[in-house]
């Protein structure tokens, strides 16, 4: 029997910049992770993975991360995903000060 | 300190102006990340976390007050306003745009430095003892030798693809504080019979195979010195394990083919391209010692400093820590620490680098170091001017007084920056010296070297602290590992792993029972952590950490 698929989002660093970006169900790229697409098919996730790779002019090196359904919103599986939704812990840098400035 | 010229001044423009090209011809397409990356790496730009990062090097870590005022400038105009000084002696700015970068680099080279080689498989950054040229225990300053290195090694055509990266660390005294033996390459400075000569040790590493370095030359006469780097280099690049990443860096090729038969190798490489460096190497040398000439140190009267220390118990205190000997009696080396408790180890911001640039100016000769343990030196401070210094640097939250002890650990960025790290150190290294600024006892605990890396590979150094922390992912948590008995100086050890790792939650405690627990176990106040292991063996200090297991073994 196969094992059960683990959802997936596709993820990248933006090239300019080089923060942490999500890919969304639109196809484009968001900072924030609660934007991205949950993705809970492998030959689905596949595809998307390519449909990135095409985007080297916009991001560096997409890849796939596991996901988990949360109430509203993908939520990060390991800890380290989980970081690069917020930026580091010694200093209000990153994410959780540039998401709060936009909204 | 050593000058640039005009050759080195084009050759970095030159650098400068193809990088910006290459930044460029990524973003508009010309170039593909995979064909971009190792072009970047070249310069020393690095994709992390949350963004990218740019390394720049500090050669041998000596900096000059022009050179740390641009570094304030270039952390405040392109980054978020601080810089992190690293255990290679270099400073990295975790947050610049690609675009900007290469104006980051010409700003650089604006004061005759740049980011070339501070990654990739090449040879790295040349690290020195962080005293040199100060120290009393000195034979001679390693930062000549240092010099001549960095500049035959810079852009070197046959080592531009080595096996693997490539460090080599100089030290010219007695007591290493350049971690030699840890170092592909370690050279130490030694007399014989009147003669200055090269103890070259070999294969020294941490990583995921720690090794001590291996003695290749008890004495090499000082005019054989590049050739025979050259020969251990080339020796290597040809022989050296390109299969598996694991087992290419020198420590390995040393471990698989014996130290003796590496002699035999490099020897007969050396006796080959020896004729062909024609003395000009020694006289290079010898050209670039005159940059490095003992400054003109002042004669006055050190009672400022007397009547201060009999007087203010802070500056006491201070000078008791961030103090070491210099090699005029009148004079003290300066250790600025820049681990306040609960900041982040190595950081500065540009208003403090500005405050330091000012004090090498006025007080100190304009001469700065970056040490490997990630703080400042003011190599030569006339002993009449340190109740000054002292009190700019207590304006500028400079003036903490823990130089050697508990929390004047090194840790690496870890999962809060690094792309590699398997868990995060800085938060582990914020409570430690967090809780022992808390619990008064840090002065009374003594010399303690508390290490942390948060991957294997170590950059942290944690295999040599005597209380090494490693950060793992265990099953998709934090875990954190325990090392003791580590030693990065003359007497360099790796240190044994004591047992089951520990939680984030769990660790900083485990810390305490092991450091407050070794005050009953040393013999007198004057036995460190370290002498106190090396007597009693890993027992008594396993039985701290895991109380537990003692418990059930009753």
């Known amino acids: ?103 | 300190m050593y000058r640039f010229n005009d050759f080195d001044e084009a050759f970095l423009r030159d650098r400068v102006s193809r990088f910006r090209a290459q930044v460029e011809r990524r973003i508009d397409g010309s170039l593909t990340e995979d064909e971009f990356k190792p072009l970047r790496l070249m310069n020393g730009l690095y994709l992390q976390l949350h963004a990218y990062m740019l390394r720049v090097a500090i050669p041998y870590g000596t900096l000059n007050s022009a050179q740390m005022r641009q570094l304030a400038h270039i952390a405040e105009r392109w980054d978020k306003g601080y810089g992190h000084f690293t255990t290679r002696q270099n400073i990295q700015f975790n947050w610049p745009r690609l675009r900007d970068v290469p104006d980051m680099l010409d700003a650089l080279a604006d004061v005759g430095m740049h980011a070339i080689q501070t990654s990739g498989n090449t040879i790295r950054n040349v690290t020195a003892d962080h005293f040199a040229g100060a120290a009393a225990d000195e034979i001679a300053d390693p930062r000549p030798v240092a010099e001549l290195l960095r500049q035959w090694s810079t852009d070197h055509p046959q080592f531009q693809f080595l096996p693997r990266k490539f460090k080599i660390a100089v030290s010219g005294s007695r007591h290493d504080r350049a971690v030699t033996r840890a170092h592909d390459i370690g050279l130490e400075i030694v007399e014989k019979d009147g003669e200055i000569g090269y103890r070259v040790i070999v294969g020294g590493g941490l990583g995921r195979t720690p090794m001590i370095g291996k003695v290749l030359r008890d004495f090499l006469p000082q005019d054989d010195l590049l050739p025979y780097t050259e020969a251990v280099v080339s020796v290597w690049n040809l022989l050296g394990r390109r299969d598996n990443k694991y087992k290419s860096r020198i420590k390995i090729t040393v471990h698989e083919h014996g130290i003796a038969e590496i002699a035999r190798l490099v020897e007969e490489e050396f006796q080959q391209i020896r004729p062909g460096f024609a003395g000009l190497d020694r006289d290079f040398l010898s050209h670039i010692e005159h940059f490095f000439a003992a400054p003109a140190l002042s004669e006055k009267s050190t009672a400022p400093n007397d009547a201060a220390y009999e007087t203010d118990p802070v500056f006491r205190a201070w000078a008791d820590t961030n103090l070491a000997a210099h090699r005029h009696p009148d004079h003290a080396i300066v250790t600025v620490s820049l681990k306040k408790h609960g900041g982040t180890p190595g950081d500065a911001t540009a208003g403090q680098m500005r405050v330091l640039a000012d004090l090498a100016e006025r007080y100190g000769h304009d001469e700065l170091r970056i040490s490997h343990e990630q703080n400042v030196i003011l190599p030569h401070v006339h002993k009449a001017d340190l109740p000054a210094v002292h009190a700019a640097l207590k304006a500028a939250d400079l003036a903490t007084a823990n130089v050697g002890l508990v929390s004047d650990i090194i840790a690496c960025p870890g999962m809060d920056y690094c792309s590699l790290a398997t868990a995060r150190s800085i938060p582990i290294a914020q409570q430690i010296a967090t809780r022992f600024e808390n619990l008064k006892v840090e002065h009374d605990v003594g010399l303690l070297k508390i290490k942390i890396s948060g991957c294997i590979n170590a950059c942290g150094h944690h295999h040599v602290g005597h209380i090494g922390i490693l950060g793992l992912d265990r099953a998709g948590v934090e875990n954190y590992q325990v090392t003791l008995g580590g030693d990065h100086t003359e007497t360099a050890t790796i240190g044994e792993r004591a047992g089951p790792g520990f939680s984030a939650d769990e660790i900083i405690p485990a810390i305490e029972r092991l450091v407050l627990g070794y005050l009953d176990l040393r013999e007198s106040r004057d036995e460190t952590f370290l002498q106190a292991y090396r007597r009693l063996g890993p027992a008594p200090f396993k039985a701290l950490l895991y109380p537990e297991a003692k418990a059930d073994a009753a």
């Not at chain 1, 660093?13 to 969304?24: C, F, I, K, Q």
């Open chain 1, 1 to 103: 029997m196969p094992r059960p698929f683990t959802p997936k989002v596709v993820t990248a660093n933006r090239l300019l910049e080089g923060d942490a970006v999500w890919r969304t169900r639109d196809g484009d790229w968001s900072p924030d992770m609660a934007q991205a697409e949950l993705i809970e098919d492998a030959r689905t996730a596949e595809l998307r993975l390519l449909e990135a790779a095409a985007e080297a002019h916009l991001v560096v090196g997409a890849y796939l991360a596991d996901a988990a359904r949360g109430e509203t919103r993908p939520e990060p599986v390991h800890f380290r995903e989980a970081f690069r939704t917020r930026g580091p812990s010694n200093y209000a840098h990153g994410k959780q000060t540039d998401m709060q400035e936009k909204t």
